[in-house]
């Protein structure tokens, strides 16, 4: 199974709204990736788990809030949100984080279409 | 910031031709991969060249891997409708202990039938 499951497949809230998003993968994988996306843009890294640790915060407003209860599941809160936050929120997961071996290859989901009104 | 920079930026094609895209980076790198994204989706890896090597083929794809010029390219042979994606190198700089991915810009295919 090289899964990445993510739910919901789209959401629509308002400022003032909490909602979180969920992200569930069972390879076995120790590092789980956030990813927002703008349309016709790469991904941009968000944070970064490993061995259920938060590794990698790349400077993102505390109005995102990440957690991983255990090592199959990574969730994104979020909470006070603005209109430019709409976006493709993207899960992935790779067996580790770092450069250890040459092959580091992640796994995707399908994405949450979040929009924010 | 994305080190990689990819072009063309859009290609439209039609069935059965070939599509070439690709990508430079700055800093030394590990290895190169190559992703697909369908319209709305995630992406989905295809590809990943190490840095000694020069080129490595998977069915339809071909990637060639040129380190001294900072550059690759993949290359889809008999293209189809399918094809259709946005498609994504990836590199790891070769410093980066945390093994971030930096994403090029990526390039837009449309395979007409």
């Known amino acids: 199974d090289t899964e990445v499951t993510q739910t919901p497949k789209h959401l629509v809230m308002g400022m003032t709204n909490k909602k979180s998003l969920k992200c569930e993968q069972h390879m076995g994988h120790r590092a789980m990736y956030w990813y927002k996306q703008k349309a016709k843009k790469p991904p941009e890294l968000m944070f970064v788990?490993?061995?259920?640790?938060?590794?990698i915060n790349e400077s993102v407003p505390s109005r995102f809030s990440p957690e991983c209860p255990n090592s199959s599941l990574l969730n994104l809160h979020l909470h006070a949100l603005q209109p430019e936050d709409s976006a493709l929120y993207l899960c992935?997961?790779?067996?580790?984080?770092?450069?250890?071996?040459?092959?580091?290859?992640?796994?995707f989901g399908a994405g949450t279409r979040l929009s924010v009104l | 910031s994305q080190q990689g920079e990819e072009d063309p930026q859009a290609l439209s094609i039609q069935e059965g031709e070939n599509a070439t895209m690709n990508c430079s980076y700055k800093t030394s790198i590990n290895n190169l991969q190559w992703y697909r994204q369908n319209s709305g989706r995630g992406l989905v890896h295809l590809i990943l060249?190490?840095?000694?090597?020069r080129e490595k083929h998977s069915g339809r794809l071909r990637v060639t891997l040129d380190t001294s010029k900072k550059s690759s390219s993949l290359l889809i042979t008999a293209s189809r409708a399918a094809d259709t994606a946005s498609y994504f190198c990836a590199t790891v700089a070769a410093t980066d202990s945390w093994g971030k991915f930096q994403f090029g810009a990526g390039t837009q295919v449309v395979v007409t039938p």
């Open positions: 992935a997961s790779s067996p580790y984080m770092g450069q250890g071996l040459a092959k580091n290859i992640q796994y």
């Open positions: 788990y490993s061995y259920e640790k938060l590794s």
């Open positions: 060249i190490r840095s000694n090597e």
